[in-house]
């Protein structure tokens, strides 16, 4: 019984995906480039020290930028956003709404970590004053997460709430009201805050430009190999 013959492969068909990796690999470390650019610019705003500027409703933000708030803490509504690591270990952000105006959007503010000690937690320890009160800290963002599972925010209508890495959205829909697009870190002077040690994401910009390298010298191989296998073919035809 004659077999069939399996016809060969395209020539042109390793240097067609090789071509294509490599611009993938350039790609990816263009793209490390400019995600290492960006921690760059941040770690440099986060050592600006120059002093608060008073917070309005409406005004153009940038990230880590001091900024001091008037209103009225909400102490009937706060967030305790849970699995926050610090120091190796499991605790809460403390995020409390402060009302400023009642036609603008609530503003966020982180009041810091506290340490996970046992399930019955003790809500006592969250009471701010209900007064008028002027608060310091930096344009900061909600914690995020790769991949998280299930529902952000407990559904239960008691207060505090449990969330896990929940999205602006999500708060605002637990509110019940818009909030503001940014977070406030509480100063560490401030009053009424807890652990508090804001710094830009441990990931600097030198590991996102080692990445790049990475990828850079991944394409560079490839593509010297790409060659070196077109040249053999083309000297043995």
Do not use: C
Request: proline share 7%; glycine share 8%.
């Amino acid at each position: 019984m004659n077999q069939e013959t399996k016809k060969p492969l395209p020539t042109w068909l390793p240097l067609v995906v090789g071509t294509l990796l490599v611009a993938q690999f350039a790609g990816l470390g263009a793209w490390q480039i400019s995600r290492g650019l960006e921690k760059r610019a941040d770690q440099a705003a986060f050592r600006d020290e120059t002093g608060f500027s008073a917070w309005q409703d409406g005004m153009e933000i940038r990230p880590y930028q001091r900024l001091k708030a008037t209103g009225y803490y909400d102490n009937e509504r706060q967030f305790l956003l849970e699995n926050i690591i610090v120091n190796s270990r499991y605790g809460y952000y403390v995020l409390t709404p402060l009302m400023s105006q009642e036609d603008e959007p609530v503003l966020l503010v982180n009041r810091g970590w506290i340490p996970k000690e046992r399930d019955d937690f003790d809500v006592a320890v969250l009471t701010v004053p209900t007064t008028k009160l002027t608060v310091r800290g930096r344009a900061g963002s909600l914690p995020r997460a790769g991949y998280k599972m299930g529902d952000a925010i407990n559904a239960t209508p008691s207060w505090p709430k449990a969330a896990v890495y929940p999205s602006h959205e999500e708060v605002a829909a637990a509110l019940g009201a818009p909030i503001q697009p940014f977070v406030l870190l509480l100063d560490h002077e401030e009053q009424h805050g807890f652990f508090r040690h804001w710094v830009p994401t441990e990931f600097g910009p030198g590991k996102h430009f080692g990445y790049a390298f990475q990828w850079f010298a991944m394409g560079a191989v490839l593509s010297g190999l790409l060659i070196w296998n077109y040249r053999k073919k083309r000297f043995q035809s």
